[in-house]
């Protein structure tokens, strides 16, 4: 991809199934020459995962595999020979990054550890993604996606009813969720290698960074300070009504109202009947201790209209109630199609077919799918030397230069990202989350608000010290964690003036606006960029700042409606049933700081701002990839699964009951050896030994009667234990955490996931640290912020704003 933002850039993939290839995918899929490594004859295991077409098995027809691999070449090596590994070192040494997804045990008996490969190469940049990470009691564990995603309490919290078993989403969200995790701190200390000091390994436990930044990030400070945690309800918020999937006429819609002004657009929309008309009932509060009466009512108005009918209704109306679509319904609407999302590929076997497009738009630099995914060993003469990498060949610089001015702090670390300055105006926490990506990897992000209309983050409880206060916020502390702040009045033109001025001095602004507020407010990108060429703008609307839903108002929560996800998940035979979380909050603002660092990349080659458009649909949609290939091959419209394994390639895999209340475990077995050991280990039951129980498709055409005896051997044991011993057995289980169990579970105790700091109001205050641990560079992890706590430093020191008329800003509340 010759000009691509990341041309130039040599990554070696050393990963199998859906975390390691995605995180490589993202690289190659922006430029990145990406060569991927496979065992020889077999190749990655998703080449066996399908979904077929037909459902006929083969080795290059792969769904999954193809969605996965796309714009890579592929070697076939066995890197546990001697001359293999020997050719294996030899294309690491001529690569900039190390893309790897195996156990640290087996990285380390094959000679391929980062300390060995550093040797070899000092500039290397190593990303290992992991269940649950390089050191720590449950390093070297069996685990695949359903494991890490339960490990971080995710479901225990969020997705399920109360005694049945916490779910999952029906797809590898939780991999999906650390590729990306992997690809945006992995991307950034590439290309700020030379920031940085050199090169570094990065170790991404996927359960950790799934158990910190959506976990964590709005329960571990109140867990920590009251000892107090909540579970999951099998409503989408339990304390506001409507606020849930709910069935209508031909399907389902998400009905939240939150706000006054909303739940009156809702009556509007409904016809203002008269029950609605309670003044009582503009209260969220007051309308969720009526649940009882409000949902029956409101069911008997959705049961005679169609999901498009209510949202568009509802959306005209300012209520933001979006249609839950099924997957064949959200790639074929019409605002996918116009915003050239969904692409033609073209493979030899395969032949023409459709894939999910880039996950943002980037103008100045467009990305997604170049070329399908390639055969088996395609390009095995990369290693036999007719078409290798040099070692020795110059190295491409890589380096971000920013407005700002690296820390003079000898005691901190260089960062990839030292010298970036950022404006962040995005509000609650999808903005706020990119920021923070940002900061943690060395950017100086200060966050635009306002006391005028304090951002509702800051209103949400539990406050420090049971202090209403919107500098007492805990989630605010860790959800904003590293922005800074600074306040400024945007309903006054000094306030927009002001703004100006603080961007022409930044690198990127951040907003997460609805379409066309930003230049409403005199702030778009032609009048900044008229300011500071260039500028990389960010701009994360739910659906793209084109095209037919582009005016679409949703929350985090009923975002998943527009992208297929919510379809899938629920208990299997069932409707859909809501995560109680925004999942795609911290999802889109860790895709979104990748998306930066890759127009940063591009700037620093070309001088070249961009106004970067991020549909948080379109990127939320990548995770439903696998459901996608399914309907693109067979026409098969993917809808709950419980906890079984998306593609029926694991059985068991699922969510058992243990003793205790509320305590379950995590069992996936994905071969014949694995469900042997499993067999064993509860003592070879004469059950387990039937013909039908021999191979993994019998297992799966059985997989109701199969979990129910599992669950009940489960049910008389510690779910803890039993983690424990089934691991010792070789089986891939483990415990399905609680919220409260986060704070002691020994992995994240070791890997300090949580730590406990100084607020400037003199309280303490436990948030999530640097989830991903590296060997060079620290994160810089601080509170989120106190308003306006910046003020002096940008109005003052970097705007060069006279004292005396800064304090007459500030008595006119425009630097308020």
Not at 547 to 558: A, D, E, I, M
Not at 662 to 678: F, M, R, S, V
Request: with cysteine; net charge negative.
């Amino acid at each position: 991809m010759t000009g691509a933002a990341l041309a130039g850039i040599r990554v070696v993939e050393l990963g199998q199934m859906v975390a390691a290839p995605y995180c490589a995918k993202l690289l190659a899929d922006y430029g990145a020459d990406v060569v991927k490594v496979e065992p020889r004859g077999s190749g990655d295991r998703a080449r066996h995962w399908g979904p077929f077409p037909d459902d006929v098995a083969h080795i290059e027809k792969s769904g999954l595999f193809h969605f996965l691999n796309t714009g890579k070449r592929s070697v076939a090596l066995d890197v546990g020979t001697a001359a293999d590994r020997e050719r294996f070192v030899a294309l690491v040494a001529g690569a900039d990054v190390l893309v790897e997804g195996n156990s640290p045990a087996w990285m380390r008996s094959v000679g391929l550890d980062y300390a060995t490969l550093a040797e070899v190469n000092p500039d290397l940049v190593m990303i290992s993604i992991t269940p649950f990470g390089q050191d720590g009691p449950y390093a070297d564990w069996t685990g695949y996606d359903l494991n890490a995603f339960h490990l971080s309490a995710a479901g225990h919290r969020y997705c399920g009813r109360r005694g049945e078993a916490p779910l999952e989403h029906g797809t590898f969200s939780a991999d999906f969720y650390g590729a990306t995790v992997a690809a945006a701190w992995g991307l950034a200390a590439t290309v700020g290698r030379e920031t940085a000091g050199g090169g570094q390994h990065l170790d991404v436990s996927v359960s950790e960074a799934v158990a910190a930044t959506f976990v964590g990030g709005q329960n571990i400070g109140g867990l920590a300070q009251d000892g107090r945690f909540d579970r999951r309800t099998g409503v989408g918020m339990g304390l506001n009504a409507p606020a849930a999937i709910m069935p209508c006429k031909d399907g389902f819609v998400w009905m939240i109202v939150l706000e006054t002004g909303q739940w009156r657009g809702l009556r509007e929309a409904m016809g203002d009947p008269e029950w609605a008309q309670l003044d009582m009932f503009d209260d969220m509060y007051v309308r969720g201790e009526n649940k009882d009466l409000i949902y029956p009512l409101v069911e008997s108005w959705t049961m005679q209209h169609t999901k498009t009918e209510i949202m568009e209704r509802c959306q005209a109306a300012g209520c933001p109630i979006t249609a839950v679509f099924t997957v064949a319904e959200a790639l074929e609407h019409p605002h996918l199609r116009d915003r050239g999302y969904v692409v033609e590929l073209d493979h030899s076997e395969l032949g023409r077919f459709r894939d999910l497009g880039a996950p943002f738009h980037l103008p100045a630099c467009p990305g997604g799918p170049a070329r399908a995914a390639p055969l088996l060993g395609e390009h095995d003469d990369i290693v036999a030397g007719d078409a290798g990498w040099d070692p020795g060949s110059p190295r491409t610089p890589l380096r971000i230069s920013g407005r700002g001015a690296a820390t003079s702090d000898v005691s901190v670390k260089p960062a990839p990202l030292d010298g970036v300055r950022v404006a962040n105006f995005g509000w609650v926490w999808a903005g706020p989350m990119v920021g923070q990506t940002l900061a943690f990897l060395g950017a100086d992000v200060y966050k635009v608000e306002s006391r005028a209309r304090i951002d509702m983050a800051r209103t949400i409880p539990p406050f420090a010290e049971g202090v209403r206060d919107p500098n007492r916020c805990l989630s605010q502390h860790a959800g904003w964690a590293g922005n800074g702040s600074v306040t400024l009045n945007l309903r006054s033109a000094e306030g927009i003036e002001l703004a100006r001025r603080f961007v022409s001095e930044c690198d990127v602004v951040i907003e997460n606006f609805g379409p066309g507020v930003m230049d409403k407010l005199g702030l778009g990108y032609d009048v900044l960029s008229e300011d500071n060429p260039g500028l990389v703008m960010f701009s994360m609307p739910a659906a793209g700042l084109t095209g037919p839903l582009s005016g679409l108002r949703t929350y985090g929560l009923s975002l998943a409606s527009l992208t297929g996800l919510d379809s899938i998940t629920g208990y299997a035979g069932e409707g859909p049933l809501a995560m109680e979380n925004a999942y795609c909050d911290p999802f889109n603002g860790i895709m979104g700081a990748y998306s930066i660092v890759v127009a940063l990349r591009h700037r620093e080659n070309s001088g070249e701002g961009q106004h970067i458009d991020y549909s948080q649909q379109e990127a939320v949609m990548q995770m439903v990839g696998p459901a996608v290939m399914d309907y693109v091959l067979n026409g098969r419209v993917a809808g709950p699964l419980g906890n079984r394994h998306p593609l029926a390639m694991a059985a068991p895999h699922g969510v058992f009951p243990c003793a205790g209340d509320d305590n379950w475990i995590a069992i996936a077995c994905t071969t014949d050896d694995e469900w042997q050991a499993l067999v064993a280990a509860m003592g070879d039951p004469a059950w387990a030994q039937a013909p039908e129980l021999a191979d993994l498709a019998s297992r799966g055409a059985g997989i109701e009667d199969l979990h129910a005896r599992i669950g009940e051997w489960t049910a008389a044991f510690d779910h803890r234990d039993l983690a424990a011993d089934l691991q010792a057995a070789g089986v891939a289980a483990t415990p399905v955490l609680s919220v409260g169990e986060l704070l002691e579970d020994p992995q994240y105790r070791h890997r300090e996931t949580f730590v406990t700091l100084e607020h400037p109001l003199g309280f303490e205050s436990t948030i999530y640290g640097a989830y991903v641990k590296t060997s060079r560079s620290d994160a810089r992890v601080r509170l989120g912020p106190v308003l306006g706590c910046d003020n002096d430093f940008v109005f003052r020191e970097l705007l060069g704003i006279p004292e005396q008329r800064y304090e007459e800003l500030v008595a006119g509340e425009v630097i308020y």
